[in-house]
């Protein structure tokens, strides 16, 4: 007489998942405040050295939001800063070109327009003209050269901006001699 087969041998029953919150109890406690916020009460969190975490231990905060205690946190680090890479041959030239070149040409405008304004026989129409066309000249290059070569725009801008500073360093001292007590321009 035959025997019944042997009964298949169950695998044993795989591990339940874990106790997940529900979702509104996710989205109730992400839009939480986080720490820093105005209304972020500490009393009712814990902070371990490194991480902020409720009360109970089920949420903590991953710098953006509060997460669930079984959310790993390694897929939640913010993204690593992307290097610019090495600056291409000639960077360096260009933006000092663009430097000097703005003091040099600012430097001729000045003495060009000082002389045809100062021979006394300029048409007021040209010296109009003259004294608007640095504005346009400077505008218009610092335009034309960030579009095209931006560290020659970055040198014109250290150029305007070390201008700027001398005159207000030259206007607080001219203000101090006049109105500091001492007697009035020498």
């Known amino acids: 007489m035959s025997e019944p087969p042997p009964e298949p041998v169950q695998p044993p ?9 529900t979702q509104e109890a996710l989205d109730f406690m992400r ?3 986080g720490p820093g916020a105005d209304d972020f009460d500490a009393d009712n969190h814990h902070w371990d ?3 902020w975490w409720t009360k109970n231990r089920e949420f903590w905060w991953d710098g953006t939001q509060w997460r669930h205690h079984m959310e790993p946190a390694s897929s939640y680090l913010p993204p690593a800063a992307v290097s610019p890479g090495p600056r291409r041959p000639g960077w ?15 430097l001729i405008l000045i003495f060009v327009i000082n002389g045809v304004i100062s021979s006394g026989t300029t048409d007021p129409t040209l010296a109009t003209i003259l004294l608007i066309m640095p504005w346009v000249l400077n505008l ?8 095209v070569r ?24 001219l203000a101090v001699i006049c109105f500091g007590g001492g007697g009035g321009v020498p």
């Open 13 to 21: 029953e795989a591990p339940k998942p874990p106790d997940w919150p």
């Open 31 to 33: 839009n939480r405040p």
């Open 49 to 51: 050295g490194s991480t």
């Open 92 to 106: 360096w030239r260009d933006f000092w070109l663009g430097f000097a070149g703005t003091v040099a040409v600012n």
């Open 140 to 147: 218009g290059a610092l335009i034309v050269f960030a579009v």
């Open 150 to 173: 931006a560290p020659v725009a970055l040198g014109m801008l250290l150029a305007y901006g070390i201008a700027f500073g001398l005159a207000l360093l030259g206007g607080i001292l």
